[in-house]
């Protein structure tokens, strides 16, 4: 059959060419249904428990997702009658941002006092033209002493404050709503800017984070890919020094990328920040295969060897294990299809085919181009390989050295494994170089962090939020919160109840305690929500028929383990102090916290299903259970030590990096796929010793391997210098693994091979 694919490819090649036009641009067709999808939900299943959890206090209360306007005047604080006046204006143009239901300031704060038996409830700047600096102190005191607002919408120091806008989203087109959100906020920003020079502001917030996600991925696509494809192309034309053979590579990764983001968005995928560096990675690994015939192919061109010829001995002697490698690697992608997050599902699946489409062209369109194109080489009748003479040389010479030292090396760095620390933190995914970052560490600094904590109480009965002992329970909780050591801001409903108790009695503070009957508390919520104005009502805190109530954390950054062990501890403090009463926690950092664990206990399963089908192929291909058994070593070390090595560079695995052992499974199993088979090539049928095996080895396939590691390398380590920090970690990590797997196949390896293989051929051959 693949003499057969041969024969057409290299007797037909310009109908060859022809054919794969046709059904490239039929495939690629499909890439104009691919859209954006930038919301972080894209990161969760639908069954997902946290998400679930989350989405059902949303429908219950009102949406948390927001864009907070950070404003710093750069020098001195906020209360001037100018700048007041500044925040007075921009807060009533946030309610002309598109889905907005909701504007919280300072300026339009619900301020309450009492006039005899009235309750006045008004903005807190009600009339910022007819504020004087006189008044400025006695504002400044009242606002900062609330704790509603101190350390939420203003600072302590009341030199940075925010102004929140809640939006809610259809959801109906994702791809529209949220750039039509942001684009009228950077021009808000930008009129703010240009009236008030002597202010800062910065823009943060849900949504912001979610345009950031499509922009992040834009700015990759567009500065990233071109400088892969030009680091490949000047690479391979360094290495092999062959135009020819460059420009037919080119087209072959030209052709997988459009196949495979044609077939995904004939199949109803979209991108996603993991997903959207699939074209990426499909360059690296197509460029493996193209470098392993080309290799061979000029080594026969140099021995004399007719063209048409020399591309029939590359294939035939390349087939065999560029199709192994190609489908070990598609395996080990195809086992992110146990992580827990869709993202990865969908660049796992998308690589996959990828792949599997690059060795389709690779064996088909790659010798028909090389038929066409002119190709020059020298002839010589030997192929000196000097470096792979030396290092077979030293590897063969130094063995009984090697094997000891490579072992301790490996073990040492398998050890530091445990010590890497789960973190995930959303805001992280982007490096300081992204303005959503820079506004929220900003904002974090200044003022409260950006994740939060939501918890709802549910009482139990209709309007029992108003029940004395729940108002306790929910007093003591808040006052618990806010004393522990990760949060920032705690909105509670108990100090909304507290004020207007000190404001019916004449605004005396030894009355800021809460009422101590059930009816004071209800005409108290009554006639303070027939006061509020439209879109600043209590829906945010209670549900509709008042059995519930919902209380907001914002914590600084924490691990994923800490905020995994806080929620634990909110659960105990309940079960504790108030076990009556249901308790729900959710939140967008929750979920990110959780899905960083369980996707790596998922990806181990996957990982596990992969080897044991890998290890069999790998049997199956060599036609040796003790091969396939040796390789198992060079195939999971290397993920291994790059985990441990990791270490020191971070030391912190996030949701990106629980995918990657999985992922350079298959990459890893390339190298020792093509070493193993020359390697037994030189056993079996040669007939020679072990240390000649190992020599052939090298001479024969050790130019490709370092080649395609360098390719692949580089390839990989250009996906990490992304702004999106999920894609930069991933593409590092990624690159240190296969160095550390091209080190161990070429130092562990052979020695292992001399130590363990060292038996007469008569008896290696059993195995066959």
């Given at each position: 059959m693949k003499e057969r694919v041969f024969d057409v490819a290299l007797k037909h090649p310009i109908w060859v060419l022809l054919a794969s036009i046709i059904l490239v641009v039929a495939a690629a067709a499909g890439a104009k249904n691919l859209v954006f999808k930038s919301d972080y939900r894209v990161f969760f299943s639908e069954e997902?428990?946290?998400?679930?959890?989350?989405?059902?206090?949303?429908?219950?209360?009102?949406?948390?997702?927001?864009?907070?306007?950070?404003?710093?005047?750069?020098?001195?604080?906020?209360?001037?009658?100018?700048?007041?006046?500044?925040?007075?204006?921009?807060?009533?143009?946030?309610?002309?941002?598109?889905?907005?239901?909701?504007?919280?300031?300072?300026?339009?704060?619900?301020?309450?006092?009492?006039?005899?038996?009235?309750?006045?409830?008004?903005?807190?700047?009600?009339?910022?033209?007819?504020?004087?600096?006189?008044?400025?102190?006695?504002?400044?005191?009242?606002?900062?002493?609330?704790?509603?607002?101190?350390?939420?919408?203003?600072s302590d120091d009341g030199r940075v404050t925010v102004i929140n806008v809640t939006v809610h989203l259809p959801g109906i087109n994702p791809v529209v709503e949220v750039p039509e959100v942001?684009?009228?906020?950077?021009?808000?920003?930008?009129?703010?800017?240009t009236d008030n020079p002597d202010m800062d502001i910065y823009l943060s917030g849900m949504v912001i984070m979610n345009n950031s996600f499509a922009e992040a991925s834009q700015n990759d696509s567009k500065s990233l890919i071109p400088l892969m494809f030009g680091m490949v192309i000047l690479t391979m034309i360094f290495l092999l020094r062959t135009i020819s053979g460059t420009i037919a590579t080119v087209v072959i990764i030209i052709f997988s990328i459009l196949s495979t983001m044609g077939l995904a968005g004939w199949t109803g995928f979209y991108l996603t920040g993991p997903s959207v560096s699939a074209p990426t990675m499909i360059l690296t690994l197509a460029v493996a295969d193209c470098v392993h015939i080309l290799a061979t192919f000029f080594y026969e061109l140099r021995q004399g060897e007719e063209k048409s010829k020399a591309l029939r001995t590359s294939l035939r002697i390349n087939f065999s294990p560029i199709f192994l490698t190609s489908i070990t690697t598609a395996i080990g992608f195809l086992s992110?299809?146990?992580?827990?997050?869709?993202?990865?599902?969908?660049?796992?699946?998308?690589?996959?085919?990828?792949?599997?489409?690059?060795?389709?062209?690779?064996?088909?369109?790659?010798?028909?181009?090389?038929?066409?194109?002119?190709?020059?080489?020298?002839?010589?009748?030997?192929?000196?390989?000097?470096?792979?003479?030396?290092?077979?040389?030293?590897?063969?010479?130094?063995?009984?050295?090697?094997?000891?030292?490579?072992?301790?090396i490996i073990l040492v760095l398998i050890a530091f494994l445990p010590q890497n620390k789960l973190n995930d933190n959303f805001v992280e995914y982007f490096d300081t170089s992204?303005?959503?970052?820079?506004?929220?560490?900003?904002?974090?600094?200044?003022?409260?962090?950006m994740a939060s904590i939501e918890i709802s109480i549910q009482s139990g009965e209709s309007s029992g939020i108003n029940n004395p002992a729940y108002l306790k329970a929910l007093d003591n909780f808040s006052i618990w919160l806010r004393a522990q050591p990760e949060i920032d801001h705690v909105n509670t409903l108990t100090d909304i109840i507290k004020r207007l108790n000190k404001n019916m009695h004449a605004d005396d503070p030894a009355y800021y305690t809460l009422p101590e009957s059930r009816e004071l508390t209800a005409q108290y919520l009554l006639l303070y929500e027939m006061s509020l104005p439209y879109g600043l009502d209590l829906n945010n805190?209670?549900?509709?028929?008042?059995?519930?109530?919902?209380?907001?954390?914002?914590?600084?950054?924490?691990?994923?383990?800490?905020?995994?062990?806080?929620?634990?501890?909110?659960?105990?403090?309940?079960k504790d102090n108030s076990p009556q009463y249901e308790v729900h926690v959710a939140s967008p950092s929750l979920m990110f916290s959780h899905i960083g664990q369980r996707n790596i206990q998922s990806m181990l399963i996957g990982i596990t299903f992969a080897l044991i089908l890998i290890s069999a192929l790998l049997g199956i291909a060599l036609k040796s259970v003790r091969y396939g058994l040796i390789s198992l070593l060079p195939n999971l070390a290397p993920a291994a030590m790059g985990f441990g090595f990791w270490?020191?560079?971070?030391?912190?695995?996030?949701?990106?990096?629980?995918?990657?052992?999985?992922?350079?499974?298959?990459?890893?199993?390339?190298?020792?796929?093509?070493?193993?088979?020359?390697?037994?090539?030189?056993?079996?049928?040669?007939?020679?010793?072990?240390?000649?095996?190992?020599?052939?080895?090298?001479?024969?396939?050790?130019?490709?391997?370092?080649?395609?590691?360098?390719?692949?390398?580089?390839?990989?380590?250009?996906?990490?210098?992304?702004?999106?920090?999920?894609?930069?970690?991933?593409?590092?990590?990624?690159?240190?693994?296969?160095?550390?797997?091209?080190?161990?196949?070429?130092?562990?390896?052979?020695?292992?091979?001399?130590?363990?293989?060292?038996?007469?051929?008569?008896?290696?051959?059993?195995?066959?």
């Amino acid at each position: 059959m693949k003499e057969r694919v041969f024969d057409v490819a290299l007797k037909h090649p310009i109908w060859v060419l022809l054919a794969s036009i046709i059904l490239v641009v039929a495939a690629a067709a499909g890439a104009k249904n691919l859209v954006f999808k930038s919301d972080y939900r894209v990161f969760f299943s639908e069954e997902n428990p946290q998400l679930t959890a989350f989405e059902s206090m949303q429908k219950i209360y009102s949406k948390s997702d927001n864009v907070a306007f950070i404003i710093a005047p750069k020098e001195g604080s906020v209360f001037t009658p100018k700048r007041l006046a500044a925040i007075h204006e921009l807060t009533l143009q946030s309610w002309q941002v598109p889905y907005s239901t909701r504007v919280d300031s300072i300026t339009n704060f619900q301020h309450t006092v009492a006039e005899e038996d009235d309750l006045i409830v008004e903005d807190m700047v009600l009339n910022p033209e007819s504020l004087t600096d006189e008044q400025m102190p006695a504002l400044q005191e009242i606002v900062i002493s609330d704790p509603l607002m101190r350390d939420k919408i203003i600072s302590d120091d009341g030199r940075v404050t925010v102004i929140n806008v809640t939006v809610h989203l259809p959801g109906i087109n994702p791809v529209v709503e949220v750039p039509e959100v942001v684009s009228k906020i950077r021009d808000m920003k930008q009129i703010f800017l240009t009236d008030n020079p002597d202010m800062d502001i910065y823009l943060s917030g849900m949504v912001i984070m979610n345009n950031s996600f499509a922009e992040a991925s834009q700015n990759d696509s567009k500065s990233l890919i071109p400088l892969m494809f030009g680091m490949v192309i000047l690479t391979m034309i360094f290495l092999l020094r062959t135009i020819s053979g460059t420009i037919a590579t080119v087209v072959i990764i030209i052709f997988s990328i459009l196949s495979t983001m044609g077939l995904a968005g004939w199949t109803g995928f979209y991108l996603t920040g993991p997903s959207v560096s699939a074209p990426t990675m499909i360059l690296t690994l197509a460029v493996a295969d193209c470098v392993h015939i080309l290799a061979t192919f000029f080594y026969e061109l140099r021995q004399g060897e007719e063209k048409s010829k020399a591309l029939r001995t590359s294939l035939r002697i390349n087939f065999s294990p560029i199709f192994l490698t190609s489908i070990t690697t598609a395996i080990g992608f195809l086992s992110m299809n146990f992580s827990d997050s869709p993202p990865f599902r969908d660049l796992g699946n998308m690589v996959a085919t990828g792949v599997m489409i690059a060795f389709v062209l690779s064996v088909t369109v790659f010798p028909a181009l090389l038929m066409l194109l002119p190709i020059k080489v020298k002839q010589r009748t030997e192929d000196k390989n000097d470096l792979m003479d030396t290092i077979s040389k030293f590897v063969i010479d130094k063995r009984n050295m090697l094997l000891p030292s490579m072992t301790a090396i490996i073990l040492v760095l398998i050890a530091f494994l445990p010590q890497n620390k789960l973190n995930d933190n959303f805001v992280e995914y982007f490096d300081t170089s992204v303005p959503f970052r820079q506004a929220t560490d900003f904002m974090e600094a200044n003022l409260s962090g950006m994740a939060s904590i939501e918890i709802s109480i549910q009482s139990g009965e209709s309007s029992g939020i108003n029940n004395p002992a729940y108002l306790k329970a929910l007093d003591n909780f808040s006052i618990w919160l806010r004393a522990q050591p990760e949060i920032d801001h705690v909105n509670t409903l108990t100090d909304i109840i507290k004020r207007l108790n000190k404001n019916m009695h004449a605004d005396d503070p030894a009355y800021y305690t809460l009422p101590e009957s059930r009816e004071l508390t209800a005409q108290y919520l009554l006639l303070y929500e027939m006061s509020l104005p439209y879109g600043l009502d209590l829906n945010n805190q209670l549900n509709v028929d008042k059995s519930s109530t919902r209380i907001i954390g914002t914590m600084k950054n924490l691990t994923s383990n800490e905020q995994i062990s806080f929620e634990s501890r909110l659960y105990q403090w309940f079960k504790d102090n108030s076990p009556q009463y249901e308790v729900h926690v959710a939140s967008p950092s929750l979920m990110f916290s959780h899905i960083g664990q369980r996707n790596i206990q998922s990806m181990l399963i996957g990982i596990t299903f992969a080897l044991i089908l890998i290890s069999a192929l790998l049997g199956i291909a060599l036609k040796s259970v003790r091969y396939g058994l040796i390789s198992l070593l060079p195939n999971l070390a290397p993920a291994a030590m790059g985990f441990g090595f990791w270490y020191f560079i971070d030391g912190q695995v996030g949701l990106a990096l629980s995918v990657v052992a999985g992922m350079t499974l298959g990459i890893v199993v390339d190298d020792t796929v093509h070493f193993l088979s020359k390697y037994r090539h030189a056993r079996i049928d040669k007939g020679k010793s072990a240390e000649d095996a190992v020599r052939y080895a090298f001479a024969s396939v050790g130019r490709a391997l370092w080649i395609t590691t360098l390719v692949l390398v580089v390839g990989f380590l250009v996906l990490a210098q992304s702004s999106f920090k999920v894609n930069a970690d991933m593409g590092l990590l990624t690159a240190i693994t296969i160095m550390i797997a091209l080190i161990v196949d070429f130092l562990f390896l052979p020695p292992l091979l001399m130590k363990l293989d060292n038996t007469a051929v008569t008896e290696t051959t059993k195995d066959k």
